[in-house]
Structures are given as C-alpha cells and as structure tokens.
C-alpha cells in the first residue's frame, strides 16, 4: 500500500514537473484550477483572482518572491466552502500554505508531500476528511510546521509524517484518528510540539515518546481513551514544558519520575482514574505554574514538598481522596491564585492567613470536612472571584471584610454552621451573581441596601433572619432565583418585588409575612415557581394571576388567604402544582383545564370550598358551603370527563417543569403569529437545511403518499437532497385557542431520539394548519408491505427482526424516555420501514390531536384504530401503555397470518379471535401443528421454533386481561432472546427494487 503511494506520489511529481515546465506562468494557471475548487459553487470569494490578470502576485491571500513564484497562500478565516486540488502539486515555489477556517472538505491532496520547499501547513479547523495522506520516504522534504487541529480526519495517525526530516510542529488534535499513537513518532527527532488530543486513540501510551529530547509540548489526552497508565519514562522528557494528559482513560499512579521535568510549568491530568498518592517528588518542580489533577483517585495528603512550588499559580485536587489538612504553606504560596480542593476528605481549619499573598482570584473548598472560622484576608488580592466553602463545618461570622470585595462573582457559604449578621456590603457587590448563604445560622435584618445588576441568585433559607424585606430587593434586574424560605422574617411582601423581571423561583415559605399578595407579582412574566406557603397573608389570590403564562408551581398553602379562587386560573396550562390547602377560600373549585387532574389534597382545609377535587367530601350545594347552585351538573359530568383524561394528563404533570416551558414557548409562538394570521412558522427540532417555502413548495398532489385518519402525507424532496415526509393533520382548529398544547406535546416529540423510532424533525404552522416533517421512510409501512402483493417477499427472520425493531420503539416511548409516551395508536401501518428495512415507529402520541375544533377538550377521539383497541377500552374508555402492548399484539399476529386485522373472518371476528378459536378447535397432534394452521400461506420455509416463538409473545399480548399483558420491555427481551434466534439477515435484496 505505501509503496503504491510512493509510487503515486513519484507519478505525480513527474506530471506536475511537466506541467510547472510547460509555461513560463505556471503559477497562475495553477492558481486559476485552484480557484475552481476551493471556492464552493455559488459563493463570491476570492473575487480578484481574475484569470485574465497576469499579475497573480497581487491576488488575495498570495505572496510571492523576487521571481514571481508563489510562496505563501495564506486564507484565514475567508469562507471557501470547496476543496484543496491536487493542482496545489504545481506551486512547486510554495514555502507556507495556510488555509484555516475556511470551511474546506475532501481529503488532502497527496501532491502537498511533493512540494521541495513546504515549510508550514496549516489546515487547522476546516471540514478535511478521509485518512491523512500516508507519504513514503522522501515526503515533506522540508516541512517544519503541520498543524490540522480540528477537522474531520480519520483512521490511523499518518506514519509518513515520521520520516519528514525537519517536522517540528505536529498538530492532530481535534479529529477522529484511532488506533495507537505509532512508536514511529518516538523517532521525530526534532519535534517539539506534538498534539493528539480529541481523538479516538487508544492502546498503550509508548513509553519511547521518552526519546523526544527536544519535545516542549505533549497534548495527548481528551477523548483518547489509553489502557495502563502514565509511562515513567516521561520523565526523561527534559525540555518538556507542558504535559496535558488529561481525560484519557489513564490509570495507576503517577510516577515519581515526573518529578525530574525541570522545565515543566504545566501539568494536567485531570479525570483519569489515577489512584495513589500525590508523590512528594512533584515538589521538585520548580517552574511550575499549574497543576491540574482533580478528578481522579487520588489518596493521601497534599505533600509537605509542595511548599517549594514557589510559581505555582493553580492548584485543582477537586473530586479526590485526599485528606488531612489544608497545609498552612499554601497560603504562603506566593503566586497561587486558584485554589480548587472541593470534593475531598480535607479536616481541620482553612490556613488563617490564605489570601494574603494578595494574589487569590478564586476558592473552592467546598464538601470537605473543615472546621473553625473563615480566614479574614481572602480578598486582600481585591480581585478574588469566587468563594465556595459551602458544605463544611466552619462557624462563626462571615467577616465583614467580605463585603467589601467588590471583585466577588459567586459567594456560596451555605451548609455550615456560620452566625451572627450578614455583612450589609455583600447585599452590594456589582459583579456578584450567586449569594447563597442558606442552612447557617445566620441572623440579623436584611440591610436596607441591597443592589447589583448581575445577581441572580439570592438564597438565604433556613436561617434566623428577621425583620422585613425591604423595598429594595426590587433593584435587582437579573435576579431569577430569590429563596428566603425558613427564617423569621415579617411585615408584608413589598410591592417593588413586580420589578424582578427575570425571576423564575421566589420561594418566600415558612416566614411570618403578612398583607396581601401584592397584585404586582403578576408582573414578574419568567416566574415557573412561587412558594408563600406557611406565612400569615391574607386577602385574595389576585385575578391577574393567569398573566403569569409560565407558571408551573403555585404553593399558597397554610396562608390566611380568602376569596375565591379565580375562575380564569383554568386557562394556565402550565400549572402542574397549585396548593391552596389550609386557607379561607371559599366558593367552586374550577372544573376545567389543569384543574381536572389537581389533587384533593391541594383544597384541603378550606371549609368555604367546594367541587369537584373535594366531591366526594365537600359535594356543592350539600351543605359543603360554598354557591353550590353553580353548576353542579356541570362539575358531576366533569368530573367523569377528568378520569377520562387522566392517562393523559398525567403525562403532562410527569413532563413538569420543561413541558411547562415549552407550552410557554408554544404560547408566544402563537403569540407572534398572531398579528399575520397566515404567516407560517417553522420550529425545527434540529439543523434542517431547507426553509418554510421548501416545505410549501411540496405540498402538490403529486407528491402525496398518504391519506389516512391523520392527515395527508406528503414526500418533499429537498434541495440538498434530504426527503422528508409531511403530514398534514386535519380536523385541527387554528391558533392559540385551539392549540390545546399542541406545541408543546409535539415539542416533546420531537425531542425522541431512537433508532427505532421515525424521528420528527419539526414542524410548520399557521393559524389554519399544522404540517410535521418526519424523516422520510423509503420503504413505507409495514401494512402496506404485508397486505401487499410483496408480503410473501418478507419471510419470517425478517418479520421477526422487524417486529424485534418496532418492539424497542415502542418500548423506548413507554419506558426510556421523558415524559413516557403512549403511543394510542399501534398498527401496522404506523410502522415503517427504512431502505434497509429497518422498522421504525410512526405516529406517536398523535392520536388526541386528531378531534375536530369544538369537541371536548377531553380526550373524545377514539384512541386507536379498528381492530387494534384494546378491549378495556370499549368499558373504561381509558388507555395505557398496556393498551398500546394489545394493539402490539395485534400487529405480531398480522406478521404471523399475513391477514388484515379486521375483515375476512366473519361478523364480528377480528383477528385476535380468529387466531383463538383456530388454534383451539384445530385438531393437530401438537402446538406447533396448529400453529400452522393460522401462519401466512404465502411463505414456503417454515421455520417452527420462530414461528412459535413469535405466537407466543403475540398472544401474552392480547391477553384479555391488561394486567395478564407483558409490558413492552419483556416484549423486547423475548424478541431479543429466542430460545433458538434467528440469525440477523441482511434485508432481501428482491425487496430492495421497490
Ligand atoms: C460556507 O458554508 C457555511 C456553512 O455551511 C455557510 O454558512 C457559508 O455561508 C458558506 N460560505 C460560502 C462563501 O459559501
Ligand atoms: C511563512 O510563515 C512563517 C511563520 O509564520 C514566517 O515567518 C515566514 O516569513 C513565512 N514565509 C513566507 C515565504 O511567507
């Protein structure tokens, strides 16, 4: 194979002499080739390379010498799109070649190998693929400087580059390289920068790099996962100055050796699985400045030697074993300004005069075990960013100092067991963005003065904070999370609160506050979560409450709180919790909307309320108080509407909080449109390369594939080549009043990632029409392939691998993803096949959209097709995922009898019971005979335990009884642990040509 490379390689320079001889201006020939392929189609770059200029010299990006030969090609950052020809072979005057960011594709051209005087290549972060060019002897005469960081290369690292004489730079982190990093490059004898990092390497780490004498530079980790650990030989590397060997599968200990690297002034090999202790020889490092060994497995004690480490600037041991105390000498560390121990085993106290080498940008020795106060110089730097000492022991005040480190970006001191006030200035600092003090001891009034345009979280629960909340908590314009949860504080809950636009969480529970809610809260749009329960406040639930379209917890519970609860509360889709227990409400609970799937528990202790969470207890009108004469027929029919729904609305409230955020997102979406009613809108759930228009554009009679109780199917075929399948719901109403949360069920939708699954790619919508773009499935549905004239071509290991596919589809939606989804449509046309015959599941979770505009808002479609519902259904009207595991069934039962569900067998016989009664009556010596008996007639093989297997499985899940059913995960296991499985077949190539 490198022989015939050579060989290429020797032809083409042979060539390329010939060309390069043939006129004077080779250059500019070869430079106009070049043009043709680095420039994409259609794009205007290197617009003055004009053919027909002889004065090639003065194009973008193009230098040349005294003799007008091209010496450096030089593209940074220009957007080309194209390819490197093999033509580059004819600039033989070529010295630098750098195009970088440029958005380039295709292999390398192998003639670069060629060039006599190539000092640098630099292809860094481009889109280059396939295998590096493997070059022979010879390659790269002169090359000094490679560097293709970033791009798309893969197979195993080039072994010609080994034998480029002059190579060294090396540079080919960032790409899909695998296999082991060749003892060849051990033999580079000049490099002195060599990167493999972000590969797929593996293997062991060769302990030859040691003879890289001239070696500086090592990134060898990242993604690269090795086996074995460090070789101590790397020690011997003496001019190395950098070792990154981070997050590469490294394990055992880190040998003493690397304590000789004299120069080293970096260390990084953060999260492997190294174990031992730290060894004290690393003391010996004397240039070094960082030092990076968090995340691992590390024990012991942080050596004592450490205190010669007179440069270091970083220490990070986070995530360790390590134990002991936090040695007094790195205070003194003169130049340390990260310190990041978090996630030890650390005792005793913080080192009194840490911060005072005036240096410490940033502390985190949280979850450790350390005690005493905290050391009153840590901002003596003022510049310290960030204090973490979070889940320790420490105790006693915060020092007032702290308020005064106006460079503070993030204070968590929560979890301890620090007392005393709060130092008024940390309610002041202008960076700051986390205040997080809660579970101390903390007392005293929150200060009058409290600001900072980048806070975002101010938590102080569970302390022993009094007084009031004063107005100027409202001057916090990026506070999203305020938690003052479980202290003593009083008075009322100032209005200025409105002003917090950005607040997601306001937990205010467990207070004495009193007063009403104030009515400008309902300002405050972004809020997902309010809790105020357990305080003493009173007056009514505001009525603007519904303004508040996010909303996904409201806990007013344990309050003084009277009124009635507003009835527009119905429309706030997003409330999944609203507790009102142990107040002084009076009147119906609404019926409607979320509230049909509210808690009993959540209306409790409200002798003034009534309906239909609390009808069993509080019925209206019987004497339960409240006007019960306001429709209590209403809410009995509701209440049965309610259980219908449950199924789903459970799903709902199971989906919480990112549902909520997505109906929100659904909200403003309509929001948005509503001014141009027919203005369509794409949502797209990932990178899709064609616009709404294209979409338009194939919705032609033509192209329709589909029509069935969901709508029209289109295929589209896109300008990039992409098909796509449109289906285009009917019966849907338009807009926001009859989205229904439409927007945000099909947004959780299109968040299912499964192989078996047909992936939904977005969708497009108007006030009229909603179309969803699946992937396109090039071998249709499985009905229509069985029920075809090509059923007898799927014969039974196929069947059997597709009903295997479908089964872990269908498994995935009940159990493996979030929200669970019911499918309530199981058929076999909803299973469609790929153009390797793969199944995948279609149609999920679609079937309660399919209602017509001004039904029920309950679920009042069917649920599922003829022949496929489950027989619950018919009495309970209700489904679940057994239901879904019966229509299963239904379809094992058509890939075993190659009949229709319904049809043919008689008034009122579907296939479930056909497939009964025939094997029961039928007279044959054994199971297997009879079984017989009902298989598809088309197929000649035969094969009886595959056969059996499969009846089986689809008769446990048509069993009567929903509960006697198999869930979809013991489905898949029998579908996927035959007592004799069928060999995986390669799909039927006289299938292929449909
Ligand atoms: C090159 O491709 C990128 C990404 O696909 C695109 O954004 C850019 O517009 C293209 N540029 C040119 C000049 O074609
Ligand atoms: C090539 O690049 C190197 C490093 O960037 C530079 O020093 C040298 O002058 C360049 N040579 C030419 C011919 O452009």
Not at 376 to 381: F, Q, R
Request: proline share 7%; net charge neutral; charged share 20%.
């Amino acid at each position: 194979m490198k022989a015939h490379l050579s060989r290429l390689v020797l032809f083409s320079i042979a060539f390329l002499f010939v060309l390069a001889a043939s006129g004077g201006d080779g250059d500019l020939e070869a430079l106009i080739k070049l043009k043709a392929a680095l420039v994409a189609p259609g794009s205007s770059a290197l617009g003055n390379w004009d053919p027909a200029s002889a004065d090639y010299c003065s194009f973008s990006g193009v230098t040349c010498d005294e003799n007008s030969r091209v010496v450096a090609l030089t593209f940074t950052g220009v957007q080309l799109n194209g390819t490197l020809p093999p033509e580059i072979g004819i600039l033989r005057g070529l010295v630098n070649l750098t195009v970088s960011c440029s958005g380039l594709v295709g292999p390398l051209p192998v003639e670069l190998a060629a060039l006599p005087s190539l000092r640098l290549l630099n292809v860094s972060n481009n889109n280059f693929s396939g295998g590096f060019p493997h070059v022979g002897a010879g390659g790269f005469p002169t090359l000094e400087v490679i560097d293709a960081y970033n791009n798309n290369f893969s197979g195993r690292l080039p072994l010609g580059l080994a034998a480029a004489p002059r190579l060294r730079y090396l540079h080919l982190g960032g790409n899909y390289f695998n296999g082991m990093i060749p003892e060849e490059y051990s033999d580079i004898k000049n490099l002195e920068y060599l990167a493999l990092n972000g590969n797929s390497l593996t293997g062991r780490v060769p302990a030859s790099l040691s003879r890289l004498s001239k070696l500086k530079e090592m990134y060898i980790g990242y993604y690269n996962m090795y086996v074995g650990g460090i070789p101590p030989e790397l020690g011997m590397l003496s001019s190395l100055v950098r070792l990154d060997m981070a997050g590469c599968g490294l394990s055992g200990p880190i040998p003493t050796s690397l304590g000789s690297l004299k120069h080293l002034d970096t260390l990084f090999l953060q999260i492997n699985r190294l174990s031992g202790s730290i060894p004290p020889e690393l003391g010996g490092l004397s240039m070094l400045k960082s030092l990076d060994l968090s995340i691992n497995e590390l024990t012991g004690e942080v050596p004592e030697s450490f205190a010669e480490l007179k440069e270091l600037k970083l220490l990070s041991l986070f995530r360790n074993h390590i134990r002991g105390a936090i040695p007094p000498f790195v205070a003194d560390l003169p130049n340390l300004e990260v310190l990041q121990l978090w996630e030890n085993n650390f005792t005793m106290q913080l080192p009194e005069s840490l911060g005072r080498n005036g240096r410490l940008l940033k502390l985190d020795v949280a979850s450790n075990r350390i005690t005493g106060t905290i050391p009153p110089d840590l901002c003596a730097s003022g510049r310290l960013e960030t204090l973490v000492l979070m889940e320790n022991g420490l105790f006693g005040p915060i020092p007032e100092k702290l308020g005064e480190c106006k460079s503070l970006t993030r204070v968590r001191l929560a979890k301890n067991f620090l007392n005393g006030p709060i130092p008024a200035g940390l309610f002041d600092l202008p960076s700051n963005d986390m205040l997080e003090l809660s579970e101390n001891f903390l007392s005293g009034d929150l200060p009058p003065v409290i600001a900072g345009n980048k806070l975002g979280m101010l938590a102080l629960s569970n302390n022993l904070i009094t007084g009031s909340i004063p107005p100027a908590i409202g001057s916090l314009p990026a506070l999203q999370n305020l938690a003052l949860d479980s202290n003593h504080i009083s008075g009322a809950i100032p209005p200025e609160i409105g002003q917090l636009k950005q607040l997601s969480k306001l937990n205010l529970s467990g207070n004495s506050l009193s007063g009403d809610i104030p009515v400008g809260l309902t300002r405050c749009s972004s809020l997902v979560m309010i809790d105020l329960s357990r305080n003493n406040l009173t007056g009514a639930i505001p009525e603007r409450i519904p303004a508040l379209q996010i909303l996904n917890t409201l806990n007013l519970s344990r309050n003084q709180i009277s009124g009635v609860i507003p009835p527009e509360m119905q429309r706030m889709r997003s409330l999944t919790i609203f507790d009102l227990s142990y107040n002084r409400l009076a009147g119906v609970i609404p019926a409607q909307g979320q509230f049909l799937v509210f808690n009993e528990s959540w209306f409790v202790g409200n002798p003034g309320l009534c309906g239909p969470p609390l009808h069993v207890r509080y019925p209206c009108g019987a004497g339960g108080g409240g006007d019960g004469n306001s429709g209590e027929g209403h809410s009995r029919q509701r209440r049965w509407d309610a259980k219908r729904a449950l199924p789903l609305a459970g799903l709902a409230a199971a989906a919480g909080v990112p549902l909520a955020a997505a109906a929100a997102k659904g909200w403003r979406h309509w929001r948005e449109r509503k001014g141009r009613s027919k203005a369509w809108k794409m949502t797209a759930f990932q990178r899709l390369d064609f616009t709404v228009e294209d979409v338009m554009e194939c919705l032609k009679d033509d192209n329709v594939i589909g029509k069935g109780g969901a709508g029209i199917v289109y295929r589209g075929s896109m300008a990039c080549g992409t098909e796509v399948a449109i289906k285009r719901l009917v019966g849907r109403g338009a807009g926001a009043e009859h989205d229904r949360g439409f927007t945000a069920e099909v947004t959780t939708l299109g968040r299912i990632r499964h192989r078996n699954i047909v992936r939904l790619l977005g969708f497009v919508s108007n006030r009229e029409t909603n179309l969803l773009l699946y992937e396109y499935m090039p071998g249709g549905s499985l009905g229509e392939m069985l029920h075809g004239s090509k059923g007898a071509h799927l014969g039974w290991e196929a069947r059997w691998r597709i009903a295997a596919e479908a089964a872990r589809g269908l498994c995935y939606l009940h159990h493996d993803c979030s929200p669970l989804i019911l499918h309530r449509d199981v058929k076999s046309n909803n299973i469609l096949l790929d153009s390797n015959f793969e199944a995948h599941v279609a149609d999920f979770g679609l079937a309660k959209f399919l209602h017509h505009p001004g039904a029920s808002e309950c679920v009042s479609s069917i649920a599922g097709s003829y022949g496929y519902i489950a027989p619950e259904y018919a009495y309970t009207l209700r489904v679940d995922e057994k239901s879904d595991v019966y229509s299963f069934g239904v379809v094992l039962l058509e890939l075993i009898t190659g009949r229709r569900p319904v049809g043919g067998f008689g008034d009122g016989v579907d296939i479930v019971r056909w497939v009964r009664k025939t094997v029961l009556e039928a007279a044959e010596a054994t199971d297997s005979a009879a079984i017989l008996l009902v298989a598809d007639k088309r197929l000649t093989s035969t094969p009886l335990d595959l056969i059996t297997n499969l009846f089986k499985v689809a008769m446990l899940c048509v069993e009567e009884q929903s509960t006697a059913r198999p869930t979809m995960r013991e489905v898949v296991h029998m579908l996927s642990n035959p007592k004799s499985p069928p060999p995986p077949p390669p799909p039927p190539t006289d299938l292929l040509s449909l």
